[in-house]
């Protein structure tokens, strides 16, 4: 059994429990849960929004496989498959777009990255606009100019872009 006593500066166990509830009760207790509260409703949030908001990586390609090959099939589309070829991307790197549907974002000379693959499909041949889906999630629309020689394009979170003709 414990004999020993505690003194006044030293809270008994019941004590340390009233303590704590008094706390929770208190306006600075109150405002902690709360804040906890809502920290952790904004950190849910933000999760089942970035899942909701980047594209099924599976789905994009799906998609845009099927899209892309019915771009290279149907005649109106003809007019994206100017946009093929290489392209000096604005943000450094080149941008391969092939015939078929392919995009394949390569890294300059001494940058320590990897390829960025990608599909496109052709969204308005009269316009020659394309967008391209890449695997990281980003979704590029891309408008070759009227001299063939420049893409102008704006990403999902609407920054816009060009790229010049290699």
Known sequence: MNTRETTDDEPSPVNRTDAR???????????TGVASVITAIVSLM???????????????????????GAATQEPAAQGCMELAGH??????????????????????AGQAIAPIYGRWTC?????????VYWQHGFVDTLTLSS??????GTNQAGSSFSARKL
Not at 123 to 131: F, G, T, V
């Open 21 to 31: 509830k008094a706390f929770w009760t208190s306006l600075p207790g109150m405002l």
């Open 46 to 68: 933000a999760v089942f929004h970035s899942k909701a908001s980047a594209p099924d990586r599976s789905a994009v390609e799906a998609r845009s496989a099927a899209s892309a």
């Open 87 to 108: 392209w000096a991307w604005q943000s450094g790197g080149t941008v391969a777009i092939a015939e078929g549907g392919a995009a394949t974002w390569t890294p300059d």
């Open 123 to 131: 969204i308005d041949a009269s316009a020659k606009r394309i967008m």
């Open 147 to 152: 001299n063939g020689q420049m893409l102008n």
